[in-house]
């Protein structure tokens, strides 16, 4: 089972930011944050990832708390090509490194 | 990155029939693992195909309907056995060295008639 929880949509402006949380309140020390994009029932796309720092590339930033229960990845200035499926995935380096995904957020950008 | 090509891009196949799907990965990897996506749903694991030995299967997939076939660190093949309408998916192959990012195919679209 996924061991992330994601809100199901979520819509946003183009030219702004987008803001996408996950909750992983399970996850445990050896266990990275992953997010990928699906567009339109292409093949998942990497996106980030990070173990307890902020994480930032060109695609994106994501922000881990503290206590590393959640995060929330950013896409700073969204345009209408970031419209996905977005999946927020935790996931061990080491071991069987299998990816589980859960039902991820439709994000779409609207004009 | 990786780059994975996989075969056929689509296909609309008879039921009763099979078909294989073939995952070709232009540099040698570590792990490569086989998804279905049903529909309108997220990605579910079939399994783990694993080089010169028998693939390891995630609950709900049996390798009589699923069979595997890793020959080498950059090939990797999935059959779909006697096929019928619920089989039709999407089927993605993936990629990683175990240490970096998964990469994923662009999948093959099965629709069962």
């Known amino acids: 089972d996924a061991k992330t929880t994601q809100p199901t949509s979520m819509d946003c402006a183009e030219g702004r930011a987008a803001n996408l949380p996950c909750n992983h309140s399970?996850?445990?020390?050896?266990?990275?944050v992953y997010w990928y994009r699906q567009i339109h029932s292409q093949g998942p796309q990497y996106i980030i990832h990070?173990?307890?720092n902020n994480e930032t590339n060109e695609m994106a930033s994501l922000i881990i708390t503290e206590d590393r229960k959640s995060s929330t990845l950013i896409l700073p200035h969204a345009t209408l090509r970031d419209t996905a499926v977005y999946y927020c995935?935790?996931?061990?380096?080491?071991?069987?490194?299998?990816?589980?995904f859960g039902q991820g957020t439709r994000l779409t950008i609207n004009p | 990155s990786a780059v994975i090509s996989q075969k056929p891009s689509r296909d609309i196949c008879q039921r009763g029939t099979s078909l294989t799907i073939q995952c070709q990965v232009d540099s040698q990897v570590t792990m490569m693992f086989w998804y279905r996506q049903q529909p309108g749903q997220s990605l579910t694991l079939i399994a783990t195909a694993n080089q010169g030995s028998e693939a390891t299967y995630e609950s709900g997939f049996v390798i009589d309907k699923f069979p595997i076939s890793r020959p080498n660190l950059t090939f990797s093949t999935l059959t779909v056995s006697n096929m019928s309408p619920e089989d039709s998916s999407i089927y993605l192959c993936s990629e990683t060295d175990g240490y970096t990012e998964a990469f994923f195919g662009q999948g093959t679209r099965l629709t069962v008639v």
């Open positions: 995935i935790v996931r061990i380096i080491q071991g069987a490194q299998k990816l589980v």
């Open positions: 399970t996850i445990s020390g050896n266990e990275y």
């Open positions: 990070g173990l307890k």
